[in-house]
């Protein structure tokens, strides 16, 4: 297997604990926003936004993130058409995470497929069974 | 209101993009956890976890995050008895966060309360209507 096949279709789990201290080293003032199904209330996956990216999606009513790893605005399916119609954004707390409630329009929410070639809904299809070890979500 | 008090119950946005600056300034290396009641989907709140916390949380079978702020390990409700059971700890694709899938046992995962004197299930019990502006979730 490639490395990114290994990391997202193995069985061994390598979690990267440094990926924040590189979002903080890139200068980018962004917050954790997790991505829920409105209607069948799966986590669908975390991302992060910055102002701009919270300002496009209220305005758009379309979940709008900030891409960490390109450092660039990233209006989630605007290139495939698979497009997260926005329900609502909420704010913990503290105000320093946001909750994105929405409705997929396309098959999945994920840029990865499952066994039969068809995209996953949610990036959280493996459970971790002990601190090495993955396995398909039940 | 005092700032804690306009920060969780007022109805201004004053988001904290710094947040993981911080955590990084600090040498803390973790993943952001978004925490769910396996029983009725709510998402409760995102915290983070080391692989201390991961481990723990395995083993115990109960949530355990690592506390940015307090810079230790969170087991959460140890005190107050609100422990959340564990069902499942679940990766993404890229593994770069976590999603632990819980059933809480006491009133509420919210560390605030709601005008009843209730615990909040839920941290996220607010909704963002334009850029600056909160009203109560519907």
Redesign the interface.
Known sequence: MSSDAA??EGTS?????????K???AD?????V?L?HAE????L??AYA??QA??AT?EKREAVLWSTSRNELWHKGATSGDVLELV????????????YRVRPTGAGA???QDASGTA?MS??????I??DT?QP?G
């Open positions: 990391l997202e789990l390598s979690l990267d604990y440094d990926k924040l201290s979002i903080a080293a980018q003032h962004v917050v954790p997790v829920q069948t209330g799966d986590v996956y975390i910055n102002e919270l300002r209220l609502d954004v909420r704010v913990n707390c503290e105000q320093n995470s946001l909750l994920c840029h990865t996953r990036c959280f299809y493996r459970t971790i002990d601190a993955l979500a």
